[in-house]
């Protein structure tokens, strides 16, 4: 018997260099607020012509998906890994002919990739959490349009726990 096919969805830098396929749901759809991706966003939109990553309350809102359902298919060598520290196993991965931004990647086992929802634009599936908002700025309200949590919730580790559970058992 044979897998079903998943659905999918091609999506491309600005400029159309980069095309990257996204397959099958997301495991959630999340921003978050921590100083980190804050420092990465802020790296991020000082490039020339950079897409806006940090949303109006400091938050990077991301899609998440499994690493065995994110294939970039062409322009793999117009990918650009920025790093806040040359040790840190987070990048954040740009295409470099147009400085759009792409998705975090990491060099360590971690099973998802979140990829950034300015890429995907107006398709972008709906967000639903706010994760790390005690990195909030006191200059910035506090968001009330989705559930919001200072830390990350029970909720989000369980679907990455069942994500990564999904990729053992090859579903």
């Known amino acids: 018997m044979s897998k079903p096919q998943l659905e999918s969805r091609i999506v491309h830098c600005r400029c159309g260099e980069v095309e990257i396929e996204l397959a099958g749901p997301p495991i959630l759809v999340a921003a978050c607020h921590c100083d980190d991706c ?7 939109e000082a490039l020339p012509g950079a897409t806006p990553v940090l949303d109006a309350y400091a938050g990077t809102p991301s899609v ?3 690493k065995d359902r994110v294939h970039v298919r062409r322009g793999g060598e117009r990918l650009k890994r920025l790093k806040l520290q040359p040790d840190s196993p987070t990048n954040r991965d740009i295409a470099d002919c147009c400085n759009t931004p792409l998705m975090v990647t990491f060099d360590n086992t971690l099973h998802w990739i979140p ?3 300015a ?8 967000l639903k959490m706010r994760v790390n908002t005690r ?4 200059s910035l309200p506090q968001p009330h349009d989705v559930p ?3 830390h990350f919730p029970l909720r989000f580790v369980l679907k990455l726990v069942t994500a990564r559970l999904g990729m ?3 579903r």
Do not use: E, N
Not at 38 to 44: E, K, L, N, S, Y
Not at 119 to 126: Q, S
Not at 135 to 138: E, L, Q, V
């Open 168 to 170: 053992l058992l090859g």
């Open 64 to 66: 998440l998906y499994r």
């Open 148 to 150: 919001s949590y200072r």
């Open 115 to 117: 990829v950034y929802s």
């Open 38 to 44: 804050q420092a990465g966003a802020a790296m991020i």
């Open 119 to 126: 890429l995907i634009r107006d398709a972008a599936p709906p």
């Open 135 to 138: 990195y909030i700025p006191d």
